[in-house]
């Protein structure tokens, strides 16, 4: 089976650093993408792990451990415009769908001042 | 194009009423997804083209779900009979294609926002 667990919910504050956790379980594993989606618009893509460890881009980082099942999203020095939801997904091995991405439901940031 | 374009943004209809919904991938893009979001839900997974092949239609929630694709870019899909459950922002995206690297995200569109009355 398929399953990607994320919280709901977070919020923080202006300046501040937030991790977003994600868990999955997924029949087969070729990497792990973390994407921005801020409402009403497309979710642009943030990151990628297929490897163990931490990928840094700028502000954004992301770790991977796949022996845990375990992701996460580091926003360091948020600002207000961070706010927004922050969906995991994985990638499966190729199969009849193609590359297609397993999506978690998401989690909401809301940063205040 | 530059990116994913989908048609219309929003569209309300009358339960029972078919739609269709428009999707023109990025240039060059072979491999095309529809996807559908509901309120607090994830994105849940429709179909899947690779050209104009769709290998796998599971993901399609029923029978009155079509979609195709044509000359290896535009998608259109299809609702018919239209029911109060259909409504959800249905989003596309596409990818280089099974020839790319795993790490090739997928590029979304904007999505096309449903609402049956």
């Known amino acids: 089976g398929q399953n990607i667990d994320q919280p709901t919910e977070m919020t923080a504050t202006e300046g501040a650093i937030v991790q977003i956790n994600c868990t999955y379980q997924t029949s087969g594993f070729n990497g792990l993408f973390w994407y921005q989606q801020h409402a009403g618009e497309a979710p642009t893509f943030l990151s990628y792990?297929?490897?163990?460890g931490l990928e840094e881009k700028g502000r954004f980082s992301s770790f991977l451990s796949r022996s845990k099942g375990y992701s996460y999203l580091l926003l360091k020095e948020l600002q207000m415009k961070d706010s927004a939801s922050y969906l995991c997904?994985?990638?499966?091995?190729?199969?009849?769908?193609?590359?297609?991405?397993?999506f978690g439901k998401g989690t909401t940031l809301s940063v205040s001042s | 194009g530059a990116g994913v374009s989908q048609s219309p943004s929003n569209k309300v209809t009358e339960k029972g009423k078919d739609v269709e919904l428009r999707c023109d991938p990025i240039s060059g893009h072979t491999a095309l997804y529809w996807y559908r979001q509901s309120l607090g839900q994830g994105l849940e997974f429709l179909i899947y083209f690779q050209g104009n092949s769709a290998p796998d239609k599971s993901g399609l929630p029923s029978d009155r779900f079509s979609a195709e694709r044509t000359g290896g870019s535009v998608s259109t899909l299809t609702i018919q009979r239209t029911q109060q459950e259909d409504s959800a922002v249905y989003l596309c995206a596409s990818s280089p294609g099974l020839g790319a690297l795993y790490n090739s995200p997928l590029h979304f569109g904007n999505g096309t926002r449903l609402t049956v009355t």
């Open positions: 997904a994985v990638r499966p091995p190729i199969n009849q769908a193609g590359t297609a991405l397993i």
């Open positions: 792990n297929v490897l163990d």
